[in-house]
Structures are given as C-alpha cells and as structure tokens.
C-alpha cells in the first residue's frame, strides 16, 4: 500500500470535511442572525417568548417616534357606504397602479385629489388596489380609494375624499418595538408571522359626516389579521374596529 498516497488522500478528505462543517455552520449563523435582525430592539424577555411562541416577525421595526396627534375630518365616503364603483370613461393599464405618476395622468383628471393617495401593497386585494389617503406622508388607515381592476384594466374606482377641519395636541408616540412587545405577549397566537408595521391614523367610522382618527401603529400578520395600536395609550383594537368590534386596551408597558 502507498502510505504517503493515502496520508495525502486522508488529509484532504479532512480538510473538505471541515470546511463543509464550516459553511453548514456560517450558514447555521446566518440564518440565526437573519431571524433576529428584526427583533434586535425587542427586549430580551419578549425575544424569548416570541421563540416559545414561533413568532416571526418578518416586517422591520420603524425606529422613528415623531409627535403627532388627533385628526378630525368630515368624510365623504363610497367606500364605507359600499356605493358602486365610479366606471372609467376608458379602462387603463393596470400596471399604471405602480407608477404614481403615470396614473396621475392617465386618470387623475377622473379622480379627484388622485396625488392624496399613495397605493397599499398588504391592503389589497384580488381585484382590488387599495390606496389610503395620506396627510403629511402618513397614511389614513380608514380613508381608501379603491381602483376595480380586471383583465389587467383599471376599471373603476371608488373613493373616500376628507376636509381636514381640526388636529389635537402632538404628543410623542409609542417605539413599535414597544407595540409589537405588547402584542407578543397578549394577543399573537402561536405561529403568527408579523408581515408589515406601520405609523399612520385610525379610528372608528361613525354613521357621521364629521370623522376623528388617532395617531396608530397597523400591524399586519401574514394569515390577514391586522392589528390597530393606538400610538399614544397603546389600546389595542382588531380591523374589525371600524364596525364597532373592539378588541379593548392592550398594556403598552415592555
């Protein structure tokens, strides 16, 4: 037997064995750190409670607090009041959702205040591009335009237009990782995925003309729940709330 041939043989099969058994470890790193990147700002406890609970929260914490308060509004509303949708005098391109500008021209002479909304990827739906009314680039989470689409045509739309009457005093809002804390440990069920988080207005819709919404974080999970937290007391409500199906107040506390 060639012993110096197998020694060689032996020393590189153990050398292709440890840097296999070191990308499956970088790999087993990598994957660890991908999964907590997000939750990084949440604390410890809450950390391990989502792990217990196989959480997943797969939307980034926004990092920003601004200060902010009430809107109060008169609502005309097609949406709430489930009107039927305004035809197009000529369906346009569906792909036209996506670029802003391009929609604006093609059917903002029909819709009014077209450049108000800014489109909602999560909120949308089969057939459906919802866009929410956006104030100081924050969106109304309760004021939509809804463009009908169908054969890859924009069809029809319909539509709720505001009147900004009123704002209450700024105050500076709640961390999403102190929301999203809250809500890992009252109201996510086991397996949630956490699909997107963000900083806008809500409230209820009242059978009224005049309209109030509270500065809130939407949290969206991936089966299609969203969550409403109010960004100043941390009350919890479901997306049920604009029907008058509260959930009741969540601790805020982290």
Do not use: C
Request: aromatic share 8%; proline share 4%; charged share 25%.
């Amino acid at each position: 037997m060639d012993w110096g041939r197998a020694k060689s043989v032996l020393i590189i099969s153990f050398l292709m064995l440890n840097v296999l058994l070191g990308y499956q470890l970088w790999n087993d790193i990598r994957e660890q750190l991908d999964a907590n990147v997000n939750s990084a700002e949440l604390p410890q406890d809450k950390v391990v409670l989502m792990q217990q609970k196989r959480i997943t929260l797969s939307a980034n914490l926004p990092s920003d607090t601004p200060k902010l308060g009430d809107l109060t509004y008169l609502l005309h509303s097609d949406v709430h009041q489930k009107s039927k949708p305004t035809e197009l005098e000529t369906p346009v391109d569906s792909a036209l959702n996506f670029n802003k500008q391009g929609l604006i021209r093609a059917i903002g002479d029909e819709v009014p205040e077209l450049e108000h909304y800014v489109y909602d990827l999560h909120n949308s739906r089969e057939g459906v591009f919802v866009h929410h009314r956006m104030v100081d680039g924050r969106p109304m989470f309760n004021v939509k335009l809804e463009l009908y689409n169908s054969n890859l045509k924009i069809t029809g739309y319909l539509q709720d237009r505001i009147e900004l009457i009123g704002r209450g005093e700024e105050k500076q809002v709640l961390p999403a990782a102190k929301v999203v804390a809250s809500l890992i440990e009252t109201y996510l069920k086991e397996g949630s995925v956490i699909t997107d988080i963000q900083l806008g207005y809500h409230g209820q819709i009242f059978d009224s003309e005049k309209q109030v919404s509270a500065p809130s974080w939407r949290v969206m999970l991936e089966d299609g729940k969203i969550f409403y937290v109010h960004a100043i007391s941390g009350e919890v409500t479901t997306d049920g709330a604009e029907d008058g199906n509260a959930e009741g107040g969540a601790k805020s506390g982290g």
